[in-house]
């Protein structure tokens, strides 16, 4: 169930850098043309045309996409709630923080914001709702060929959601795994965790908790 949607629509644009640096201007390409060839039920995809600083011009295949969450749920015994699900293009089952795509109104045009987007995921996914909420970090999963900005939250204080708990979509099938938050981590560090979202937020938690002189 996908309701809550306010917050404008993240998706960057090519040149969009809120962090500019000397120099980057010889490295940034302007978009001059762009065609659209699908559009999928999340991604669209497209064929961008640009031209670099010293005036060639270049083709580059883009997979746009509104944006995502992710969460690193930590309940009170310090373990990591984790989901396994089956992956398609991977192939396999993989072991994953909780996350989802930012819904977009069809009407409006608007993309949800992150934070209840990540509210939404966590009980969704894992039949909990956090007390606090703690925002990490933003990352691009995948800069070489698509627009999804993933934003990372850390939370804690979970309770169960009772009565009107929001369920897992239609097509996913999910296993909750709790871990404790040093057992992740080393799993991550043996190979164990292949799910980028993932080995992002335990390597964030691990930080946050050894700088806390956790157990």
Request: aromatic content about 4%.
């Amino acid at each position: 169930m996908r309701t809550e949607r306010s917050a404008p629509d993240p998706t960057p644009r090519p040149g969009d850098d809120p962090t500019p640096r000397p120099g980057d201007d010889a490295l940034v390409e302007k978009l001059v043309a762009s065609q659209v060839v699908h559009r999928g039920r999340i991604l669209e995809f497209r064929v961008d045309t640009v031209e670099r600083a010293d005036g060639r011009r270049a083709r580059r295949d883009v997979a746009a996409h509104p944006g995502a969450v992710a969460v690193v749920p930590l309940d009170a015994e310090g373990r990591v709630l984790l989901v396994r699900q089956y992956r398609h293009p991977a192939g396999r089952v993989l072991l994953e923080i909780p996350a989802g795509t930012l819904d977009r109104d069809p009407a409006s045009g608007a993309t949800e914001d992150p934070a209840a987007a990540a509210r939404r995921e966590l009980e969704e996914e894992t039949g909990v709702r956090a007390g606090r909420w703690e925002r990490l970090a933003d990352f691009w999963t995948a800069p070489g060929f698509a627009t999804e900005r993933m934003v990372l939250y850390l939370a804690t204080e979970l309770v169960p959601a009772d009565g009107d708990r929001l369920g897992p979509d239609e097509d996913e099938a999910l296993e909750l795994v709790r871990l404790p938050w040093r057992e992740a981590l080393a799993a991550a560090e043996r190979g164990e965790i292949h799910d980028a979202k993932t080995l992002v937020g335990l390597l964030w938690l691990a930080r946050r908790m050894e700088a806390a002189g956790a157990g």
